[in-house]
């Protein structure tokens, strides 16, 4: 018996670990290699690729990909669509995987709707990332992000009342 749920229409890898009470729902892919912690939530159409870190307690939405270099902290929100690149400069001609850049979003972090997150960057924690946000350089911690290129707006809390 598995200490997790994944739907019948998800695959989990062998050699993926997944952490007690995570759910893993529709069409999603954890491939062997990647690690999710405990109590997650992948939401449909989700995809996990080898060597990926995910912390305990994250949820992300429908429509994530997370490749190689991505690793999530604990407690992480990750809005539907948001994209994470890897290669600065991807050519479809020019083999760069071994140019991959890790991107690290720290505890807490919020990252809304169809947000674009560029490798490299540290997103600190408990920051909140708008939606449609263009991240292309490091967020502070508790800072809230907004816009194309992202621009700081102000700090929040844990709680983010408005």
């Known amino acids: 018996m598995l200490d997790y749920f994944a739907h019948s229409s998800a695959y ?3 050699k993926a670990i997944v952490g007690f ?28 690729g080898s060597g990926v870190v ?10 994530v990909s997370l490749y190689k270099g991505v690793v999530l902290e604990n407690d992480v929100f990750i809005g539907p669509s948001v994209v994470f690149t890897n290669v600065i400069n991807p050519r479809a001609f020019i083999e760069r995987k071994d140019q991959f850049r890790q991107t690290i979003v720290r505890t807490g972090t919020t990252i809304g709707a169809n947000s674009t997150i560029i490798c490299g960057v540290e997103l600190g924690k408990y920051c909140f990332v708008a939606a449609g946000a263009v991240v292309t350089k490091d967020v502070s911690a508790f800072a809230l992000v907004v816009g194309s290129p992202a621009r700081f707006v102000k700090y929040v809390d844990k709680e983010i009342s408005r």
């Open 12 to 14: 989990v890898d062998d």
């Open 21 to 48: 009470g995570t759910k893993v729902w529709h069409f999603s892919h954890v491939m062997s290699g990647a690690r999710l912690g405990e109590n997650c939530i992948l939401g449909q159409n989700v995809f996990v």
């Open 54 to 63: 995910v912390g305990d307690g994250c949820k992300i939405q429908n429509n």
